[in-house]
């Protein structure tokens, strides 16, 4: 059985992350999978399966026995930002004390630190795996730099959506030979059995209530909901969930601005009761590579609303309930129009896209058994 190590940062809630936990636990009996976290933190740690083994470079507060070993770790991860991960002689340790293993295959799910481990790692005969989750180009330094470890070491780089890897290929051309086009793995039974859980809060019958979910942060353009939403305060309500660096300024403006008919829900562990009882599903982001979210949203039927980024006609290409707007402010609210003037939302199958699902599992196994 081949040994296969992914390595990534924590497990939050999050697509990316998301994404690994279920495609690790739908492999894990065909692969010897070790995980490696750069910090033992996240909602989505009790989801992994038992059988993988789970290992961590650093851990959150909460796992610490005492203050001490809270600011020892706290103090360890900055550095591993700062300094460590690019010194061969730390990653070197890391293989070493940590994971004490050999690796016939060796991927980094996520760039930055993740990149940097594999790239640097002491298995000179390991397929390396790189995975690109963002649309990257020049003009976003922070973005270029993070995912430049990409460019050298790597056996093959996958990109999730035909936009990103095209965007990958323009910033990167000397990848243009080793990148691939798979899209992401999703749990579908996964989502249909946790969407029939309890949901916490009680959807408004005299208005349509559209739910939106992701970090809070500007790329997933939650201000352009809540610059329009005074339009639709007698016809709509619109609930975001998720937690992130922008939750300050969002709550600002909502205030600042008397905004009444947006919700701010915080972190959802079971997003999927919520979005089953939604209305309608509103994807506002700026920039995406595979919006992991709309496939979710299309697996429990939803009506869905999203701005033309990188994967979406992709994802949504066979699916009819839908409108795709231009990656403008001024372009969601005439999506939105267009919605309210719908008299009679069709209902979907997934049979096309379960397929293509599958597809894609097994494009995975075969690219990791290679």
Known sequence: M???????????????????VDLVNNIYKEFDITVLLIEKRGELLNTINPEIKLKYITKSKEFCNNFISAIYNKVKLSLLYRYLSK??????????????????????????IPGDIVSQSPNKFSKKIAWIHSCVNKDNPRLYN????????F?????????????FKETYPQCSSNIVLIHNFIDTNKIMNKANLKCNIVFAKNKLNCLSLGRLSPEKGFDRIINIAKKYEDTIDFYIGGFGPQKDEL?????????KNVFLLGLLE????????????LLSSRSEAYPTVVIEAMVLNKFIIATDVAGVKE???EY??????????????IGLDQYLNIKEKKSISNANFEKRNKTNLQKIKELISQ
């Not at 730390?90 to 760039?111: G, H, M, P, Q, V």
């Open 2 to 20: 081949k040994k296969v190590l992914f390595v990534i940062g924590s497990l939050q809630v999050g697509g990316a992350e998301t994404v690994m």
């Open 87 to 112: 010194k061969k002689w730390y990653i070197n340790r890391i293989y070493n004390k940590i994971l004490k293993e050999n690796y016939d295959t060796e991927i980094s799910f996520l760039a930055g």
């Open 146 to 153: 993070k995912y430049l470890t990409y460019t050298k070491n």
């Open 155 to 167: 056996n093959t780089i996958v990109a999730v959506s035909q936009g990103s890897m095209e965007k």
């Open 251 to 259: 709550e600002n403006e909502i205030k600042t601005k008397n905004i």
């Open 270 to 281: 079971n997003p999927y009761p919520y979005l089953k009882n939604a209305d309608f599903f």
């Open 315 to 317: 994802i949504l290409e």
């Open 320 to 333: 009819d309930n839908k409108i795709i707007v231009k990656n403008e402010d001024s372009a969601i609210p």
